[in-house]
């Protein structure tokens, strides 16, 4: 039983190994391109979609090593910094949007 256990263990780490590795590699293959300068306006929206994508893979995978590892000091650290980020997104996003106040 103890055995079979370790070789899972070791598969899933394997897994993980190949699927980050693969994760990196197609950020770096995006990071090669450069956005077209015949279609600007397509080029952003992929640029969003990519990082979109990208972003919340990365959250995904932060959220599941903290639940794994709890206590490790890089999983809780990347979570606040997300969460921060995330934060400060907001606060730019709404800084410049009308407040609307309705008096009854």
Same mark, same amino acid.
């Given at each position: 039983?103890?055995?079979?256990?370790?070789?899972?263990?070791?598969? *899933?780490? *394997?897994?993980?190994?190949?699927?980050?590795?693969?994760?990196?590699?197609?950020? $770096?293959?995006?990071?090669?391109?450069?956005?077209?300068?015949?279609?600007?306006?397509?080029?952003?929206?992929?640029?969003? $979609?990519?990082?979109? $994508?990208?972003? +919340?893979?990365?959250?995904?995978?932060?959220?599941?090593?903290?639940?794994?590892?709890?206590?490790?000091?890089? +999983?809780?650290?990347?979570?606040?910094?997300?969460?921060? *980020?995330?934060?400060?997104?907001?606060?730019?996003?709404?800084?410049?949007?009308?407040?609307?106040?309705?008096?009854?």
């Amino acid at each position: 039983m103890l055995v079979a256990q370790q070789q899972e263990a070791r598969a *899933a780490a *394997a897994l993980v190994q190949r699927t980050g590795a693969a994760y990196v590699a197609a950020l $770096a293959a995006l990071a090669q391109e450069r956005p077209t300068q015949e279609r600007p306006a397509q080029a952003r929206r992929d640029a969003a $979609a990519i990082r979109a $994508a990208a972003g +919340s893979a990365f959250v995904a995978a932060a959220d599941q090593m903290l639940r794994l590892f709890p206590d490790d000091p890089l +999983s809780v650290g990347t979570l606040q910094g997300l969460e921060a *980020a995330r934060s400060r997104q907001a606060d730019t996003a709404n800084a410049g949007a009308p407040e609307h106040v309705v008096w009854f």
